[in-house]
């Protein structure tokens, strides 16, 4: 199980940091990250700018415990090893790296992308997520992805002989794609012994290439609200029999493998992104703060001196608990209330929680609130009722 976050304070000494290289060999059509077709990447450029700016917030954050690192993208498994490995002996002559921080990179798994493995583990990265989506060669071509299946488990299998701890990515809800044809790619994926899993639904997202289809009429076999939760609901239970625990709606781990960075923004712990578009929430002085760079690799590449920033805004009491909240009910512990009522958050409804434990939707524990499956099959809905309700009020999502 995973630690109990409500002995945890708001914020501490510790600190996770994102890295985000933004360009990739091709766009998908379902991604809707901040990425730019890779032409001709200066990567030492771009390195001395990161260190510079990782620098610069040594000053203003003070010492902090590194808790993880973490380079997402775009694709960083385009970059170089010797550029991660430079980039995380900065991290350690800046802040405290201590030997059992998590470092992870994403990556594809094409062959050309995979020979950086061993290259990535000697510079200190010690987990590798890889973006397999698909063990369909056909949906793997629908989704654009640039490898096949059988570069998938390649890259996979030499993966796990270079690091101990491998998450692999599957999109599941794909075009034309049945429950049952979902029970089969999901059992073998099973069997490929990964610590961890991120298993998501495809959204449509406005501005990608499956958005201006789906607009046009042009995506057809996408599921129905009922086969989604026929999914969603699959997708927990095959992995509950194999000993993964879903510890947050599209995450499972096995043996306690959980992806700790991503636990920093589901606990709203601080976190500090580097790069184009990246996001920051940071505790500064006791106040809270979101900060925003710049989306366009050549307008944050110009601003350096100012670290990228686009934005800074602290965030009132009020906004830092539905933040949280949001982001907690996302995870089996729940939120920690005492924790929600702390930031600032006005107490929900009782009423209203009392309504959402009849349906079987949330469960109540001491200073604990947590969704049920049936709850996380309407998490949207159920968050913004429980933001807008007061001790009095009781607005109700739809079932």
Do not use: K
Request: include cysteine; proline fraction near 7%; aromatic fraction near 8%.
């Amino acid at each position: 199980m995973l630690p109990d976050s409500c002995s945890s304070p708001p914020s501490g000494p510790s600190l996770g940091l994102y890295i985000h290289w933004p360009w990739c060999q091709s766009i998908c059509p379902y991604c809707d990250f901040n990425r730019y077709p890779a032409t001709s990447v200066d990567q030492d450029m771009w390195v001395r700018a990161y260190c510079s700016i990782l620098e610069s917030y040594r000053s203003e954050i003070g010492p902090r415990s590194i808790q993880s690192v973490y380079f997402g993208g775009g694709t960083p498994s385009l970059m170089a090893p010797a550029s991660v490995a430079t980039l995380l002996e900065a991290i350690e002559r800046i802040w405290t790296l201590p030997a059992d921080t998590e470092i992870t990179i994403e990556a594809n798994p094409t062959s050309s992308e995979s020979e950086n493995f061993s290259g990535y583990a000697a510079a200190g990265v010690n987990r590798i997520s890889l973006g397999i989506q698909s063990l369909r060669d056909t949906d793997l071509i629908a989704l654009g992805r640039r490898h096949t299946v059988h570069e998938a488990l390649a890259a996979l299998d030499l993966a796990q002989r270079h690091v101990d701890n491998v998450s692999i990515d599957l999109i599941f809800g794909r075009p034309h794609q049945t429950t049952a044809a979902w029970h089969a790619e999901l059992s073998e994926a099973l069997l490929h012994g990964s610590r961890h899993l991120s298993l998501y639904q495809l959204t449509i997202e406005p501005g990608t290439g499956f958005g201006t289809l789906h607009r046009n009429g042009q995506l057809p076999g996408l599921p129905d609200e009922d086969r989604s939760a026929d999914m969603q609901l699959l997708t927990w239970e095959l992995c509950r029999q194999a000993g993964y625990q879903a510890y947050e709606v599209s995450s499972f781990a096995r043996n306690g493998h959980y992806g700790r960075h991503n636990l920093l923004y589901w606990r709203y712990d601080d976190f500090l992104g580097i790069g184009p578009g990246s996001h920051s929430r940071l505790t500064l002085d006791d106040r809270r703060y979101a900060i925003e760079t710049r989306r366009h690799p050549h307008g944050f590449l110009r601003a350096t001196a100012t670290r990228g920033e686009a934005c800074r805004t602290e965030l009132s009491p009020s906004t830092q608990a539905g933040e949280y909240l949001m982001n907690a009910l996302r995870l089996d512990e729940g939120a920690c209330l005492d924790r929600f009522h702390a930031l600032g958050g006005d107490p929900p409804s009782p009423a209203l929680i009392d309504e959402f434990v009849h349906a079987g939707w949330l469960t109540t524990h001491p200073s604990r609130l947590q969704t049920t499956l049936q709850g996380r099959l309407r998490l949207n809905p159920i968050l913004l009722a429980l933001l807008q309700s007061g001790p009095d009020e009781t607005p109700r999502p739809q079932s």
